[in-house]
């Protein structure tokens, strides 16, 4: 003899609407945690931004993008990012003839970065740069010590 439990209409209505609500709890839920994880990746500083076309950078020089908070510095055929943030207390520096200038408390860099007189104590840090389908990409978060200078002879061409 078997023991087999039917189930009659009420008790199959019941348990497709609960495993119904929680399936569709569960699913709400999923989409609230992906949406959450995907906007603290839109908000966060530590990714590669698009900076500008490389057909229209100038030839030799200091291009800023204060926007952006960085500088494209340019020898040649050899291109790197320097911040534009003052390492004394995190002011927007200007771009100027000789190199750099805080005006909040008067910093002055050369055209390098380098402190030329404080009260800033510490050079301008670099950004990793790359060239991408004819775009040049700054890495926000990584600041560097030294540039990354990136050869652009043979990106210009694919251009």
């Known amino acids: ?67 952006k908070k960085v500088a494209l510095i340019r020898r040649g055929e050899r291109l790197a990012a320097l911040s534009l943030e003052c390492t004394h207390l995190g002011c927007l520096v200007n771009a100027v003839d000789q190199g750099f200038f805080c005006p909040c408390h008067g ?6 970065g380098e402190v030329w007189s404080g009260p800033a104590n510490r050079p301008l840090p670099w950004h990793a740069v790359r060239a991408r389908e004819g775009r040049l990409w700054i890495h ?18 694919k251009v």
């Open 1 to 67: 003899m078997t023991d087999r439990k039917t189930m009659d209409r009420r008790q199959w209505l019941g348990r497709t609407f609960l495993y119904g609500t929680v399936g569709t709890t569960f699913a709400a839920l999923g989409v609230f945690l992906l949406d959450v994880w995907l906007s603290a990746g839109r908000f966060s500083a530590a990714h590669w931004t698009d900076l500008a076309p490389l057909d229209l950078l100038p030839a030799d020089g200091a291009v800023p993008f204060p926007e």
């Open 107 to 112: 910093s002055q860099f050369g055209p390098l």
């Open 140 to 157: 926000t978060a990584d600041k560097r010590s030294t540039p990354d200078w990136l050869d652009i002879s043979g990106e210009q061409e």
